[in-house]
């Protein structure tokens, strides 16, 4: 008994590192040139705008699975320095869901007087409203438990993002802080968390100037109230075609806590490991990406992974992607 019921509470823990996370959960759909999902500082970021739509579900074969679904739309406003951009999206994982829409507002600063060279510092910021939701109507107990109310609840709030961006040619930084008012949603009767703010520092370099590029990369996250902290390492490799550019990579995010574990006598202690191959298009002003993530180690509901498709179409650019002289995905597209 004592196996099992530590076994279930690594299982809880390791599953609030991956996706408990109120607003938009930080999955690795930022590689399919989609910073702006993380980042209000990447409104537009280069001339003309983007679309992307995201749809990632795990676990095929079980019930109330975690699955999460994005739109996000970002613009340049032409002859200014202003860029806006808005998010939709809808997360759903077991008896709780929560769907929101954030806004969004970003001004940019060229830091050089030649146009063709990118040395820009960005800001931005969004607001958003949430609504959280419960459903407790298939609870069941023997004793009735005066937690469970047996009814669906829900509750909506706001909160903003902040944000700000450094792109220097091939070399960009970012830094957010997300639900930086900190409060949010009231919607268990048990506990409640009360700070809901988390941090993401960002940052890579695409290397190579012929039709074989590399691009490193890497983010911190850090969580506020309950001091989790993941780092995820990135590379992708970009190939230029006839026909556009085909691109793939790899990502191995590892939590900095982990949870102990006891089996057979003897404890254990396994951290969050995810490893996430992506391959990707680009075809004149359209971009196909696949995401697919694996988690290591002995503890794990399922053996499957969780799978992530993402569809983008870029426009608005005079030039087709001339604008600045670098290969920098984010501002030439």
């Not at 609870?139 to 047996?150: A, K, T, Y």
């Not at 909506?156 to 930086?180: C, P, R, T, W």
């Not at 298009?281 to 794990?300: C, P, V, W």
Request: charged fraction near 15%; hydrophobic fraction near 35%; include cysteine.
């Amino acid at each position: 008994m004592r196996k099992t019921i530590t076994f279930f509470c690594s299982f809880l823990f390791f599953c609030s590192l991956a996706w408990s996370q109120e607003g938009i959960p930080v999955y690795f759909d930022y590689l399919s040139d989609n910073y702006y999902l993380l980042h209000p500082s990447m409104a537009g970021i280069g001339e003309g705008g983007k679309i992307r739509l995201t749809a990632r579900k795990q676990w095929f074969n079980v019930d109330e699975a975690p699955s999460l679904q994005t739109i996000n739309a970002h613009y340049r406003i032409p002859q200014t320095s202003s860029g806006v951009g808005a998010i939709l999206f809808n997360d759903a994982n077991g008896y709780h869901s929560q769907t929101g829409v954030k806004l969004t507002y970003a001004h940019h600063l060229q830091l050089g007087p030649e146009v063709r060279i990118l040395n820009q510092l960005s800001f931005g910021m969004s607001a958003g409203f949430i609504q959280s939701s419960l459903d407790e109507t298939e609870f069941r107990s023997v004793i009735p438990d005066p937690v469970i109310s047996g009814a669906r609840n829900s509750v909506g709030y706001f909160n903003v993002d902040f944000g700000m961006s450094y792109n220097y040619m091939e070399f960009y930084a970012h830094f957010s802080v997300l639900n930086a008012l900190g409060s949010g949603r009231d919607l268990y009767t048990a506990i409640e968390f009360d700070n809901l703010r988390r941090y993401l520092l960002s940052a890579g370099y695409v290397f190579g100037r012929s039709e074989w590029r590399v691009e490193p990369s890497v983010l911190l996250q850090l969580t506020e109230f309950t001091e989790e902290k993941t780092v995820d390492f990135n590379v992708k490799v970009y190939r230029d075609v006839s026909f556009g550019t085909v691109w793939g990579g790899l990502s191995y995010r590892r939590s900095f806590d982990g949870a102990q574990f006891l089996v057979d006598g003897s404890f254990g202690e396994q951290r969050l490991q995810l490893f996430t191959p992506i391959v990707g298009l680009n075809y004149k002003n359209f971009m196909f990406a696949y995401t697919y993530s694996y988690q290591s180690g002995d503890i794990r509901l399922d053996n499957g992974g969780f799978h992530q498709i993402t569809l983008g179409y870029q426009f608005g650019q005079v030039d087709r992607g001339a604008k600045y002289d670098c290969y920098c995905p984010a501002a030439n597209y």
